[in-house]
């Protein structure tokens, strides 16, 4: 192992409730809001082909001129406490809400920027909003934060000459201090969400970023911190030089999902997605593949399956309303939560390998495990392949617990279940019984010998 002192300061899942009750969230929700849902990813009738969200970096608008956007925020049709309802019955058990993003407008009413929504004609602190209507929802709110700032005059991408180092200096000074800020303004805040922190510039601060990292969990204990957040001394970032995770859970997983277990190397992790290929903040124009209610419920089972969070993306309107497409995919994702919830929440990875009709998921510290079914096969019966040692004992629909199904076993541990009914249009979920420690039934089947 590789001396660091400002690698990894834990290996291994963090143990605290905190964070226990974190990686059984299994369903979340990320909103991008901000002067970018005002252009909605278009300007002067032109398509910018971009991440709306990134269209201040286009070279098709002046910095100057985005930035007068500032005068334009006045979010009529926002409504902090319908968003949290609406994600209340979507199902989700957080959400992680940008503060700032990489254009630097402060959702909050900063005292270290001229930047933020108290010098817009809305007036009124978001941030505050947001966390207070999600937490009387009993939602559980994260707080993103963008370090990349292009409209701060000492943020630097790189820093190559003496005034750039004088400046990003002041740079650091600054981001401290909101993130302080941000930590004394909104306690009920349960951790932050770190981005923009690729840049040259900041991968050279692993000793500032260490510091400010122990610094926010001091001020905030059991506050939860991502791998994204910093660099070590050698500018290795979400795994230090001896390649043990920084931070409290993997935050690489941006509109990608792990295929296997051995991918997430027994860390906590969330994966955050978009609802068309790659577009965070509001775009008029949704080109591209848009993702349906089933799509993301099973990604949510996916990432449930391998031990980690599904955090779906909102982009709500300059004006503060969420679009109705979003708004219909939360609807049927929650319709379907409430029936099947117990299949996700607080639930992890089972330990049997993956299968053609879809997800296994286990309630952590009990036995029981799930079936999430997305594919039935034409002739109506799953093919279940069981570890060894692993007896069915009960199988039932979770949505029916009337609905009993006898596994037939058809080899050693490997079972047929039959479904009362084939054309399922929804995905479902089976109970699995299974004694663990059940006798290894001989198989009545000699192996054949090749
Ligand atoms: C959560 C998303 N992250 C922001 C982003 O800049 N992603 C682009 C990116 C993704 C992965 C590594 C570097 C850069 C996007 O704008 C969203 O905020």
Known sequence: KILLAHGAHREGKRTDAVMEKWRGYGLGQFIHWGLYAIPGGEWNGKQYNGAAEWIRSWNGIPNATYDSLIYKFNPTAFDATAWAKSAKQMGARYVTFTTK???????????????????????????????????????????????????????????????????????????????????????????????????????KQAAFADDLETEMRKLRPGLIIGSRFRADENGKRHFDSNGVLMGDYEQGWERKIPNKIEEVHGNDWDCVMTVPENQWGYNKAWNGHIKSANELLEMTAKCVSLGGNFVLNFGPQGDGAIRQEELNLATKIGDWMKLNQEAIYNCGYAGYEKQDWGYFTKKTGSDQVYMVVFNVPVSGALRLKMPAKTKISKAYMLADREEKILPEEINSNEYFLKLKKKDHQEPFVIVLETGKNAENKESIYEKAKT
């Open 101 to 203: 993003h990489h254009d630097g407008f402060c959702m909050w009413p900063s005292k270290y920027s001229k930047y933020t929504v108290a010098a817009s004609p809305y007036k009124k602190d978001i941030v505050k909003a947001v966390v207070d209507a999600y937490d009387k929802e009993g939602i559980d709110v994260i707080l993103y934060f963008s370090v990349m700032d292009w409209s701060h005059p000492d943020w630097r991408y790189e820093i190559k000459t003496k005034e750039d180092s004088v400046a990003f200096e002041r740079f650091k000074k600054f981001t401290r201090n909101q993130l302080i800020e941000l930590l004394t303004n909104y306690p009920k805040a349960k951790g932050l969400w770190f981005d923009g922190t690729w840049d040259k510039s900041w991968v």
